[in-house]
Structure formats: structure tokens, C-alpha cells
């Protein structure tokens, strides 16, 4: 029995992506470019669609397409290595909560000095107006 033959439609279908998107993977290296017969059309392995879903579930824990590259490129047997880039991806991701908590308490912070009322002067504008 042969396996199906996937065009990049319906590839693009089963991965749950739009056809650009593969098109831009396979552009920047992340999903290979089956090669073109003389007349027809490309047909990518079934694997494909399991890559673009692992590309597109890393995404969603927040790497970027470089570091999924590297994922990529480590593939498995290496799980201390990728057990570091995903240690690192948390540090990151705790260190960006904690820019934006400081941020959430500025903000809350001149939105009740806003409260008062006067129309004098606006605290955020004038926070936002100082030069460092």
C-alpha cells in the first residue's frame, strides 16, 4: 500500500496552517521542498504534517522559529540539551511576567491618580511626557 500523496493544499489542510505559512517554512528552511516532477505537482511525506504541528505547538510555548530550528536540529536523543533550551525559554518567559506585573502596578498606579479629577494636569501624560 503507498502512502497518500500530499500536496501542499491539502498538507497545508491537515497541519492546520494556511498555505503560506508552509511556504514560508519550507523558505526558511524548517520543512523541505519536495522536488518538482517534469509535469504535476510536489508531493511532501506525511511526516510533514507532524513537523508543522511540532513547529507550530513550540510556537505556542512561546519559541521562536530559531529555536525550533535548533530543536529541530538536535531531534530526539538529546533531551538534556533540549531540557536546557526549554529551562532557558522558562527563565525568559518568568522574566517577562515580572516586567509586565511591574508594569500592571505602574499603570494601576496612574490610572488612580487619574481619578481625581482635576483637569489641571494628567499624571499619565506627564509620566509619559518626562524625558529620562
Partial sequence: MSSPKLTIGFLA???GVNLE???????IGLV???DKPLSGFRYYPPETIERIKFIKRAQKLGFSLQEIREL???????CQDVRERAAHKLENIEQQIAD???LRETLNELISACGSGN???C??????????
Fill in 123 to 132: 499624571p499619565i501624560v506627564e509620566t509619559l511626557t518626562k524625558h529620562d
Fill in 72 to 78: 529541530l536540529e538536535l531531534g530526539d536523543g538529546h
Fill in 21 to 27: 505559512t508552509v511556504r514560508y517554512y519550507q523558505r
Fill in 119 to 121: 483637569n489641571a494636569h
Fill in 13 to 15: 489542510r491537515a497541519a
Fill in 32 to 34: 523541505e521542498e519536495p
Fill in 100 to 102: 509586565l506585573n511591574a
